[in-house]
């Protein structure tokens, strides 16, 4: 499943792969429920939330993610809501109104209210985040430059800067 297709759709002929988007089952500081995997999402009593399917990249990913872990049933057993935006996610846990959900790496970084359980590669989605310039643009040259900075290396540490692994 793409969730990038600028470059199918002919909106662009080529892109720069920046940075990853790396899913993790975020969880209160503490761990209060001892999440260690993702199948610990399935155990009973567990406060699960999760982004919209269809809305959110982050609920894409985990449909997908779940499904192909033969999860998916018994996740939404333990699901008490799903949410429009990440952001809403990362606040359910800093609050600790849900034991878990899946959000991405870098919307744990810095955050003293949040810890990130990292997914084996084998079970995880790992997204990549382009830059591209769109063959519409009305001001290519600045569009091309914007592109070239945020691929350069000074444009990958601030991606860092912000918790991303950036592609090298």
């Not at 993702?38 to 982004?51: A, M, N, P, Q, R």
């Not at 935006?85 to 990362?90: A, G, K, Y």
């Not at 591209?132 to 800067?161: C, M, P, Q, W, Y």
Request: proline share 4%; net charge negative; aromatic share 8%.
């Amino acid at each position: 499943m793409a969730f990038w297709r600028p470059l199918e759709k002919g909106f662009t002929d080529s892109k720069q792969d920046i940075a990853y988007h790396i899913p993790v089952i975020g969880v209160p500081a503490g761990n209060p429920a001892g999440i260690e995997k993702l199948e610990d999402l399935t155990k009973e009593g567990v406060k699960v939330v999760l982004g919209d399917e269809e809305g959110t990249a982050i609920g894409k990913i985990g449909k997908k993610m779940f499904k192909g872990n033969g999860l998916s049933e018994k996740i939404e057993a333990n699901l008490i809501s799903r949410a429009a935006t990440v952001n809403e996610l990362v606040t359910y846990l800093a609050t600790q109104q849900a034991d878990a959900a899946l959000i991405f790496e870098d919307n744990a970084w810095g955050n003293d209210k949040l810890e990130a359980i990292e997914i084996p590669a084998g079970k995880n989605i790992i997204q990549t985040i382009p830059v591209s310039v769109l063959k519409f643009t009305e001001k290519e040259e600045l569009a091309r430059n914007f592109a070239d900075f945020v691929a350069s290396d000074e444009g990958k540490a601030i991606f860092r800067k912000h918790g991303f692994k950036t592609v090298e």
